[in-house]
C-alpha cells in the first residue's frame, strides 16, 4: 500500500497507537528479577510473586474482585492471562473470595491449599470451578519444595502433616505458611496463622529465619509472638490491612513490637503504603510503594 497518497494526518493516530503500545509493552515485559507484590486489596490477602522465568504465583485473592482483577491488570501485561499456580492459604472470605474471580478470567494451572474442613458458600463455589477447570489440585503440607528455576524456591513450613486441632481457630492455625528464597533474600507468608501454630513451627526448627515477613492475620493482636518475631529475625515487616477496619487490625502492641524491633520505615501497611513491591535479584533488595 502507498500510504504517501493519504494525508499525513491520517497517519498519526495509527503511529500514536503504535507507539503507546510499544511503550506499554516495555513496561510489561518481565526482567531478569524476582519481584513480589503486596497488593492493596482492603481487609484481605493478595500477593503476587513474578519470577525472572517468567512465572506468575497468586497467594490468595483479597475480599473483593474488582480490586485483585484492578492489581492484576497494573502488573501483569495485557497478553499474559496465566497464572501458573495459585495459592489459597486458607479458605475464609477474605483470602478466597478475589480467586474465584481469577479462576473465571485467567488460565491457572495448578492450586495450592490446606483442605481443611470448612463450610461455605464462596469456599464451595471455589472448588466446583476448580474442579470444573481440571485444575491440577494439591494439598499443601510441611515439608514440600517447588522449584521456580534460577535457584529460587518456595517451601511449605505449615500446616503440619496432622493438621493441628483443638486451638483457638483451627482454621487459621492450619493455612498455608510459606518461604520464598533466592540467594541472599527471602520472603516469609504467614497466612493468619496464631500463637498455637508460631510455637509449633519454632519447636518443628521450622527454617523461619526471612528477610520480608509477611505479618499473620493482618497484624492481629494473635499473632507475631515475640518469641517469633525473634526466630524470624526479619529486616522489613508488610501488614495487609484494610484502612479503617471493624476488627481492629494491626494491634497496637504488635506494630509497636514491629517497630521497636525494624524501625518505623521498616514496617509496611498496604492501608497506609497502597500496594508495596519488592524486587530482588537474590543479592539486593528493592521497594517500591503507591504512595
Do not use: C
Not at 507507539?19 to 486489596?41: E, Q, Y
Not at 483470602?95 to 491449599?113: A, C, N
Not at 493438621?163 to 498455608?176: A, K, R
Not at 533474600?185 to 496464631?194: E, K, M
Amino acid at each position: 500500500m502507498d500510504w504517501s497518497r493519504f494525508p499525513k494526518k491520517w497517519l498519526i493516530p495509527p503511529l500514536l497507537i503504535i507507539a503507546i503500545l510499544v511503550w506499554l509493552v516495555t513496561l510489561t515485559m518481565p526482567d531478569d528479577k524476582l519481584h513480589v507484590s503486596f497488593f492493596d486489596v482492603g481487609q484481605g490477602d493478595a500477593i503476587l510473586i513474578q519470577t525472572p522465568s517468567h512465572q506468575n504465583i497468586l497467594i490468595d485473592g483479597g475480599p473483593d474482585p474488582q480490586k485483585i482483577n484492578l492489581e492484576l491488570s497494573k502488573k501483569l501485561p495485557f497478553w499474559d492471562r496465566t497464572i501458573d499456580l495459585m495459592i489459597a492459604t486458607q479458605p475464609q472470605a477474605d483470602h478466597i473470595t478475589g480467586l474465584v474471580e481469577i479462576l473465571q478470567r485467567y488460565k491457572v494451572k495448578q492450586v495450592l491449599e490446606p483442605g481443611v474442613p470448612y463450610d461455605s458458600s464462596i469456599y464451595q463455589e471455589w472448588l466446583k470451578l476448580v474442579d470444573e477447570g481440571q485444575i491440577k489440585h494439591e494439598i499443601a503440607r510441611a515439608g514440600q519444595v517447588i522449584d521456580l528455576g534460577n535457584g529460587i524456591k518456595l517451601e511449605v513450613l505449615n500446616p503440619p502433616t496432622k493438621l493441628l486441632q483443638g486451638t483457638s481457630h483451627d482454621v487459621d492455625n492450619n493455612g498455608v505458611v510459606i518461604k520464598l528464597s533466592w540467594g541472599k533474600v527471602s520472603f516469609l507468608f504467614a497466612a493468619d496463622i496464631r500463637e498455637e501454630a508460631e510455637f509449633e513451627l519454632i519447636r518443628q526448627r521450622s527454617d523461619l529465619r526471612s528477610t520480608v515477613l509477611k505479618v499473620a492475620h493482618h497484624g492481629s493482636k494473635t499473632s507475631t509472638s515475640p518469641q517469633f518475631l525473634a526466630v524470624v529475625d526479619p529486616e522489613i515487616a508488610v501488614i495487609s490491612v484494610g484502612a479503617d477496619n471493624s476488627f481492629g487490625h494491626p494491634g497496637t502492641e504488635v506494630v509497636e513490637r514491629l517497630v521497636d524491633r525494624l524501625g518505623d520505615d521498616k514496617v509496611y501497611l498496604t492501608s497506609e503504603n497502597g500496594t508495596i513491591e519488592f524486587i530482588t535479584d537474590g543479592e539486593k533488595l528493592w521497594v517500591r510503594v503507591e504512595r
